[in-house]
């Protein structure tokens, strides 16, 4: 390790740690002056985006292309952004969409994720899509990149630098400003009643507490790691924005630890995944969305009658969780729960990774930034 390394690293032994606590320190910044007390309650301020309403309330459809840990913001993003305002979202794995044909034009808004700004997949996708007429809106940490230099219209991320290969701190940014987005079109275009805009703003500003009180989580994970660590393979499960969520938390397992972790959607387990499952294989299930925590626990009796070992992520005040899974750990409620229900996850790969012994910081075969294709 070179001396400068050290010095940055601070007390800590791995820059990611660093990054997992500066993540409350960093959605202040990336939150705190795009919220605006208003009349009516408090509203959402993109204006550095440039991008006019008049245009917005054309728009016909909006992709969201990105990669890794960037395409699983761009999944929260769908959901936030076709949830307050009625606008069709797909989203794609950057890789994919710039060799299909997606059906784009004047009328398409492309969201653009990047932490870098200069993934080669994401660059190109941007560049194809500009070329048949869409408009580009870049989310980027790093400044002066590529990508947002190229884009249109472009709203900064303020993670600032994220060393560790393993995204943490700047995945966190990117779904506030999934939030940050999906609340200001709706407020451009009038899609939800005021007050609703208020709550979406209110919950922003309140997140970096909210996830500050979620670092409290990173004893109990840490104790489930030596556990964990002697498996080799282990499953993520989640419905709704809890999917999302549970893609994050394997890729981060997967990439530190070298243990084989795929994630499914709930309801899909029954159609295959279910053969797989046998005494003692972990499942971690993300269960923070209340409207299907019935289907969740039955999706979870399902697996726990065949013998997996599970660990459970939910809300506070959800107590029925604990009597079902074998540990269960809670997070604070916010209409924001992607923001904190990722925390518990990562500190388990960290804390995993740190009983493996791996090389943290740099993974095997990966890179911070994927330049070339
Ligand atoms: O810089 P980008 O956000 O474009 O990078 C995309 C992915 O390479 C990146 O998120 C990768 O998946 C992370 N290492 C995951 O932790």
Redesign the pocket.
């Known amino acids: 390790m070179k001396l400068d390394d050290k010095a940055l690293k601070e007390k800590y032994d791995h820059f990611m740690l660093k990054e997992i606590l500066e993540q409350p320190a960093v959605l202040r910044d990336t939150i705190d002056d795009r919220i605006r007390p208003g009349v009516g309650g408090k509203s959402i301020d993109l204006g550095e985006m440039n991008l006019d309403a008049e245009w917005l309330a054309q728009v016909h459809n909006i992709y969201i292309a990105?990669?890794?840990?960037?395409y699983h913001a761009g999944l929260v993003g769908k959901y936030a952004i076709e949830g307050l305002t009625g606008i069709h979202v797909e989203v794609d794995l950057a890789s994919e969409f710039r060799y299909r044909n997606p059906l784009l034009g004047d009328k398409t808004l492309v969201v653009v994720i990047?932490?870098?700004g200069e993934?080669a997949d994401?660059l190109e996708a941007m560049r194809m899509a500009k070329e048949k007429g869409a408009r580009i809106l870049a989310v980027v940490n790093v400044e002066d990149s590529t990508i947002p230099q190229e884009a249109h219209h472009v709203l900064y991320t303020r993670a600032g630098v994220e060393v560790a290969?393993?995204?943490t701190k700047a995945y966190v940014t990117q779904l506030a400003a999934m939030y940050l987005i999906a609340g200001y079109f709706a407020q451009q275009l009038n899609t939800i009643p005021r007050g609703e805009i208020d709550a979406i703003a209110s919950a922003l500003k309140e997140i970096p507490e909210k996830t500050e009180e979620a670092m409290g989580l990173s004893w109990s994970m840490r104790g489930l790691a030596p556990s964990l660590a002697s498996k080799s393979s282990c499953f993520y499960t989640g419905r709704c924005l809890d999917y999302p969520v549970a893609m994050e938390g394997s890729?981060?397992l997967k990439?530190i630890t070298y243990i084989h972790a795929t994630p499914y959607a709930a309801g899909e387990l029954k159609h295959g995944t279910l053969a797989l499952i046998e005494e003692g294989v972990p499942v971690v299930a993300v269960a923070t969305q209340e409207h299907v925590y019935d289907r969740m626990y039955g999706n979870l009796q399902e697996l726990i009658d065949r013998g997996a070992y599970t660990i459970g992520v939910t809300c506070e005040g959800n107590n029925a969780l604990g009597e079902i899974v074998d540990r269960a750990v809670h997070v604070p409620k916010t209409l924001l729960s992607p923001i904190v229900s990722v925390i518990p996850l990562q500190f388990l790969a960290y804390y995993t990774a740190v009983e493996k012994g791996t090389n943290i910081d740099k993974p095997r075969n990966?890179t911070k930034?994927?330049r070339h294709e």
């Open positions: 990105a990669c890794g840990t960037s990047s932490q870098s993934t994401t290969v393993a995204s890729l981060k990439e990966l930034s994927v």
